[in-house]
């Protein structure tokens, strides 16, 4: 069985930092796409940051500069370092792991990020 846990959100300023984790099981970590959406109220949820399993990462436009995924295959983790948060970053934050070729997804339960004074 598939399973996501993600943790590190909460509230912080503007101009803040914070460090998401997700941990995964239930699958080979190593071979699948690690990914972070968030979705705020009333929008759609986007891609904020992917790592493939080769290593190559991609970011949307508006976190480049500002956040940096990586993971390590050893402990089954893909983190997101958010720095220089705005208030438009508030969001459930979402882990993906995701295998294209197999059409295989998976979400976690999401952790809510809110960037606010």
């Known amino acids: 069985q598939v399973r996501l846990v993600e943790s590190g959100g909460g509230l912080v300023q503007p101009g803040g930092s914070l460090r998401l984790s997700c941990v995964g099981s239930?699958?080979?970590?190593?071979?699948?796409?690690m990914s972070w959406y968030r979705q705020a109220p009333g929008k759609e949820r986007e891609l904020v940051a992917r790592i493939i399993s080769r290593g190559s990462t991609n970011y949307a436009d508006s976190v480049k500069g500002r956040f940096i995924i990586s993971r390590d295959n050893a402990k089954n983790t893909v983190s997101l370092q958010m720095n220089s948060l705005k208030p438009e970053d508030t969001a459930v934050y979402y882990c993906?792991?995701?295998?294209?070729?197999?059409?295989?997804?998976?979400w976690g339960q999401g952790t809510q990020v809110t960037v606010s004074s």
């Open positions: 239930g699958f080979i970590f190593s071979i699948y796409d």
């Open positions: 993906n792991c995701q295998r294209p070729a197999f059409s295989l997804s998976y």
